[in-house]
Structures are given as structure tokens and as C-alpha cells.
């Protein structure tokens, strides 16, 4: 993980994408600050204006006021007409007011926005120089002026004015302005953001692809593997330039160097297969000759030495090893069809359902020897199929004669003839012990038994599925095997069909 954070941290899309981001960014936090500092300033400006016209407005107004009620121009007479300029600056619209004496002292006030007045900075501040206001925004949308201004009338201060306003609602306007703006830009810039992105993958998706795959073959073959699908997925970009021209050159020396590899695989696992298999053929044929043959030496030793005092023991040896050189006999002969070449051989059209009732027929003297009955079913037509008559027979004897030595004693072997399309389907079924599902991949190996001594004792030499596999493929058949222990088992032989006929 740490690795993958590094590699990326140093790759051009991640570089790239930080200058822009960076870029971005910061234009982003100057156009709001300009933005700010606009909306201020457009705030302040109106708000300048507008008491500038209510500074002399309200002279005007307290000076007529003075003149009709012949108050001397002092700050007496300010505080006689005081309550006639309170009525009259209310008339027109200026309802937060407060007036003051010289000495800051309040005279009156209309609202109640204007408490501690002489505290107040923009009073102190009128005091000192001359007429200000304080301008105070919040992020409520909250906009409030207090101004104050001194009354000089004839180049006489005679008192003091203060006011109060709400701009909450040109500053709302003003915000959701900067707001608009705001979104408008961050939209721009991801915009820009997106296509820059996508530009820059489009770009760099070739040299990404070409280091993926390098970095996928190195990997594997590490494995011993190649990556089939590397060279596939570097000709999806379409390019046209020389990026593209790069991945397409690249992925024909991948297509290429992966032949060789396949090549190269299979060689060297067809290699190892062919002798590993002629090894254990080797070990699995020495050891099956060695028991028959330990045995028939055995006995042989025993009898010449006391056989012929011992009448049970020369009955017994010579059962032993007429069964064993039976058994040594037949596994010979297997032995000797497995690696029998058919290629010269000469296939004629077979009645297969005949030969199957033939192989019954045959069987039933063994099947009455383990007290077995044979059941055929399925289909009476005359189905066909190209092959030799012994060793199509060969392949359902050892099928029956394992079916019988393998089932439950007083059991039924149930053979079935079924025509399915363009194959002839022959299955051979049994209840007994069964085959677990981990022996049944290597049933058909040559010498495997699930049980060895069950096997060599009913005088099994492991080589009659093997040898019917065999014979079934170089017939272009298929063999399969379906097994649930303490149930049934089903071996299915199907061959191409050669022609079908109703039987009369």
C-alpha cells in the first residue's frame, strides 16, 4: 500500500492535477477576496452617499425649524426646538434618532437602537472631527449604521444627531451576489478541473496501460505465467499519434512474445506430465506384479517344501495361485491393449443396442455368482455407431463387471439404452459402497483404487476403467461417473450415432 501511495504521489497525472488544483485554488481565494472587498466597498460607498444627503438634509431642517420658532442660533435654542426637529426628522422617515447636547448629554431619542450614546465610537469620533458613521456586517445578513453628525448652523456647533440604519437588505443583496459568484467560479473551475483531468488520462492512459502490462508480465512470469490478457487491453485506446503508435507496436511484441510463451508452457508441461506419468506407471506396474507374484512364490515355497503331507495347504496354495496367476495373467494383457496402436484399425457400423443385450446376457453368469440381477431399460431401437464389436463389448463388460464386484450383495445392475440427438447415451448403474468425490477425478487412472483391499479381494487390477476410457476416446466417445456414497453410482458411456432403426 505504502508503495502504490508513493508511485502515485510520483506520477504526472498527480502532479499535474496538483498545479492545476493549486491553481484553481487559489484563483478561487482572490476572486473571493475581491469579491469581498467589492461588496464592501460598494456598501461603504452607498452608505457615504446616503449620509452625506441625511447630513444636509437635516441641517436644512433644523435650521428652518430655529428660524420659525425665533430660537437663537445657540445651543439653547437647540434644546427649545429640540422636540419640534425630533417630530419633524420623524415626518420624513428618520424614526431611529437620538439628539445630544454639547456635553453629550441625551435631550431625546425616537427607537430604541441607540442606548449609551457618548459610548459609542462614531460619537466620539463626531466630537473629535465631524460627522462619521460605523458600518458593522455580519454573516446573518445583519448590516447596521450608526451615524453621527454635529449640528452646525451658521459655522456654530449647537448639539448633536445620531441615526440609525438597517442595510440588512442591500447587504443580503450584495451577499447573495458574492455568493453567485462564487458557486458560478468553483463551477467553472471544476469544469475546467474535469476536462483538464480528463484530457490529461486520455493522455496519459497509453503510458499507463504500458507500464500496467509490463509491470503485470514481469509478475507473472515471475509465476511462470504470461498475462494473455496484457497485450488485449493496450489496443483499446484508438490513439492516432505516437502514443498510440508506441501501445500498438508494443502489444504486437506482447501477442508474439506470448505464443512463444504458451508454446514454450505447454512443451515443458507435456514434458513433465509425460514423466511424471510414466514414473508412477512405472512404480504402480512394479508394485502390482510384485503382490501376485510374492503370493504365487509363497505358496509355490510352502508346497514344494510340505505339500505334499499337507493336503489342505496344497489345496490352498494351488486356489492362491491359479487366482493370482489369473489376475497376473489378465493385467498382462491389459497392460499389452493399452499400448496396442489402433491407428491402422478397421471400424465397421455396429448395432449397439444388440451388443449391449449380448454383454448382459454374457454377464449373468457372474452376476449369479455374487447373487446380482442386470435390468435393461431405455430405448428399443437399433441405435448405431462406428467401431470395432470386441472392443465396444470390452468397454461394458469391465463397466458390468464392476457394477456387479462393487454393488450391494442381492443388488440389481441397471443398464440403459437412451438416443439423444446426434449420440447414442449407455449408462451402467449400481447401489453399493459408491465413490467419494475426492476419488472421483482419478477413477480412471491406471492402477487407482479407492479401496485396495477390497480390489485384491475380489481380484481387481485397476487397469479396466483406464483401459475403457481409453477405448471410448479413440472411438470419439465421452466416459463419465456419478457417485453418492451408500447410494447409487452411474457410469455414462455416449458415442457419435451412426443411424437409428425401430426395431419390428
Given at each position: 500500500m505504502y508503495q502504490k501511495k508513493i508511485k502515485f504521489v510520483n506520477s504526472i497525472l498527480f502532479r499535474m492535477s496538483l498545479w492545476v488544483l493549486g491553481f484553481g485554488v487559489g484563483g478561487i481565494l482572490l476572486i473571493t477576496c475581491f469579491v469581498r472587498l467589492q461588496m464592501r466597498y460598494n456598501i461603504e460607498k452607498q452608505v457615504t452617499e446616503e449620509m452625506q444627503q441625511i447630513r444636509d438634509n437635516t441641517l436644512l431642517y433644523v435650521h428652518q425649524i430655529l428660524l420659525l420658532n425665533n430660537a437663537v442660533v445657540e445651543e439653547e435654542g437647540f434644546e427649545e426646538c429640540v422636540q419640534a426637529v425630533k417630530e419633524q426628522l420623524k415626518s420624513i422617515g428618520y424614526r431611529e434618532a437620538a439628539y445630544y447636547s454639547l456635553d453629550g448629554e441625551l435631550l431625546k431619542q425616537s427607537g430604541s437602537r441607540l442606548g449609551g450614546g457618548a459610548k459609542r465610537k462614531d460619537f466620539k469620533k463626531a466630537v473629535e472631527l465631524d460627522s462619521t458613521f460605523t458600518l458593522s456586517c455580519e454573516k446573518n445578513s445583519q448590516c447596521e449604521v450608526y451615524f453621527t453628525m454635529p449640528v452646525e448652523i451658521m459655522g456654530k456647533r449647537i448639539g448633536y444627531i445620531s441615526y440609525f440604519f438597517?442595510?440588512?437588505?442591500?447587504?443580503?443583496?450584495?451577499?447573495?451576489?458574492?455568493?453567485?459568484?462564487?458557486?458560478?467560479?468553483?463551477?467553472?473551475?471544476?469544469?475546467?478541473?474535469?476536462?483538464?483531468?480528463?484530457?490529461?488520462?486520455?493522455?496519459?492512459?497509453?503510458?499507463?496501460?504500458?507500464?500496467?502490462?509490463?509491470?503485470?508480465?514481469?509478475?507473472?512470469?515471475?509465476?511462470?505465467?504470461?498475462?494473455?490478457?496484457?497485450?488485449?487491453?493496450?489496443?483499446?485506446?484508438?490513439?492516432?499519434?505516437?502514443?498510440?503508435?508506441?501501445?500498438?507496436?508494443?502489444?504486437?511484441?506482447?501477442?508474439?512474445?506470448?505464443?512463444?510463451?504458451?508454446?514454450?508452457?505447454?512443451?515443458?508441461?507435456?514434458?513433465?506430465?509425460?514423466?511424471?506419468?510414466?514414473?508412477?506407471?512405472?512404480?504402480?506396474?512394479?508394485?502390482?506384479?510384485?503382490?501376485?507374484?510374492?503370493?504365487?512364490?509363497?505358496?509355490?515355497?510352502?508346497?514344494?517344501?510340505?505339500?505334499?503331507?499337507?493336503?489342505?495347504?496344497?489345496?490352498?496354495?494351488?486356489?492362491?495361485?491359479?487366482?493370482?496367476?489369473?489376475?497376473?495373467?489378465?493385467?498382462?494383457?491389459?497392460?499389452?491393449?493399452?499400448?496396442?496402436?489402433?491407428?491402422?484399425?478397421?471400424?465397421?457400423?455396429?448395432?449397439?443396442?444388440?451388443?449391449?443385450?449380448?454383454?448382459?446376457?454374457?454377464?449373468?453368469?457372474?452376476?449369479?455368482?455374487?447373487?446380482?440381477?442386470?435390468?435393461?431399460?431405455?430405448?428399443?431401437?437399433?441405435?448405431f455407431v462406428m467401431g470395432r464389436e470386441d472392443k465396444l463389448c470390452q468397454i461394458f463388460i469391465n463397466l458390468i463387471d464392476n457394477a456387479i464386484k462393487y454393488g450391494e450383495p442381492e443388488g440389481t445392475v441397471r443398464i440403459r439404452n437412451a438416443s439423444k440427438k446426434d449420440r447414442v447415451e449407455i449408462s451402467v448403474a449400481n447401489r453399493g459402497q459408491g465413490i467419494k468425490e475426492k476419488d472421483l477425478e482419478n477413477i480412471f487412472e491406471p492402477f487407482f483404487r479407492a479401496d485396495r483391499e477390497l480390489s485384491r479381494e475380489i481380484g481387481s487390477t485397476g487397469l479396466g476403467l483406464s483401459l475403457s476410457r481409453k477405448l471410448v476416446e479413440e472411438y470419439k466417445g465421452e466416459i463419465r461417473v456419478a457417485s453418492t456414497p451408500g447410494e447409487e453410482t452411474v457410469f455414462t458411456v455416449s458415442f457419435p450415432r451412426a443411424g437409428c432403426e425401430v426395431s419390428a
Open positions: 438597517d442595510y440588512g437588505e442591500q447587504y443580503r443583496r450584495e451577499w447573495n451576489s458574492f455568493e453567485r459568484t462564487i458557486w458560478i467560479t468553483a463551477v467553472i473551475f471544476a469544469l475546467i478541473c474535469l476536462v483538464t483531468w480528463i484530457m490529461l488520462c486520455r493522455m496519459l492512459s497509453s503510458i499507463r496501460e504500458l507500464s500496467r502490462a509490463t509491470s503485470e508480465i514481469s509478475s507473472r512470469l515471475a509465476d511462470g505465467e504470461f498475462g494473455h490478457d496484457a497485450a488485449g487491453r493496450l489496443k483499446l485506446n484508438g490513439r492516432k499519434d505516437e502514443i498510440g503508435e508506441l501501445s500498438l507496436n508494443f502489444a504486437r511484441m506482447l501477442d508474439m512474445a506470448e505464443e512463444q510463451f504458451k508454446r514454450i508452457q505447454e512443451d515443458n508441461s507435456r514434458i513433465r506430465k509425460l514423466l511424471n506419468s510414466r514414473q508412477d506407471f512405472y512404480n504402480n506396474v512394479t508394485h502390482e506384479l510384485k503382490t501376485p507374484l510374492t503370493t504365487i512364490s509363497g505358496y509355490a515355497q510352502l508346497m514344494e517344501k510340505n505339500g505334499r503331507e499337507d493336503g489342505a495347504l496344497f489345496d490352498k496354495g494351488t486356489e492362491h495361485i491359479l487366482k493370482e496367476s489369473t489376475r497376473l495373467h489378465r493385467m498382462v494383457v491389459q497392460l499389452l491393449e493399452m499400448q496396442e496402436d489402433k491407428s491402422d484399425e478397421e471400424w465397421k457400423r455396429l448395432n449397439l443396442t444388440e451388443l449391449i443385450i449380448n454383454v448382459a446376457d454374457t454377464m449373468q453368469i457372474k452376476a449369479k455368482r455374487y447373487n446380482t440381477g442386470i435390468a435393461l431399460e431405455g430405448t428399443k431401437e437399433s441405435c
